[in-house]
């Protein structure tokens, strides 16, 4: 891993100043070293850095992550894909950090890339987009902290597995790839479970899946699969709903009156629990 010396030869060479109180920071603590150098932390983090040294500064705290990830895994060559991948995750924020404020963490560029090659359709890749702004947007309203890098990807990856099935299989399926690619467990889980609103281990079983409880556990989770029912909602082919505050505000009723989109009574179920936790959460959506 380069010195705190290295990091701030680099930030001088990429603008002229060596950033060398923000490199100690990072670097100088051991006890706090491993969580401020957390890509998962990096959208918390990365906004203290652009309130104290602007926008450059916070480039160069990102550089900092991204110089540390490539000296870890491409000169060890330990693993060529967890290197490819993290790299991709910290470009993304840094792309969607230096863009300003508003919604900071959600998606970014490569992550569609990867959707297309890995072969989802077009329309498809829409929906996942359509998902993750509008998980981030419903996340962004609770009051609750959450972890939004893992919402927007999370959104962005749920039906990964769609590039090979459209079945009731596609969470599997797109976790099987998800593991491959890497991703992180959280996103992973996140793609296993959101089909019929998180299954039990007893419906998994009646449907073929492999037996284990599907169930949602976490708010982020349980976001990723209310946003993507509210898109369905919203993008119906009939136009069952005029606005998204109206497929919020009537979403019982909308999936009484529609049970196709709810895809049986215990997912229904789920999805109105879903709905009302969030909504306790949530300021309404004018
Ligand atoms: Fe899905
Ligand atoms: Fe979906």
Redesign the pocket.
Known sequence: MPSIEKHADISRSRTGKDYLELHEWMDADPGKKTERHDVKRICEYGQLMKAKYGDEGLEEYVQHIYDDITARYLQGKADIMTAIQSQVAVSDLRTQLAGGEGIACSIGVPDVDLLRRSGMSEE?IA??IQ?AQKAVEIAERTGVSLDMVLVGRGGLF??LG?AQGRGNDHGVLGAEIGRKLRLPSEIVAIMEK?VKAGMTEEEAVELGLPPKDYSAKTLEEKIVIYA?KL??IVSHPDGIVSSEAEAEGKFPEILERHPKLAKGDRPMRRLIRIHEEIQGLTKALT
């Open positions: 498809d929906h996942s998902v749920h039906d769609k959101h993507d898109v369905d």
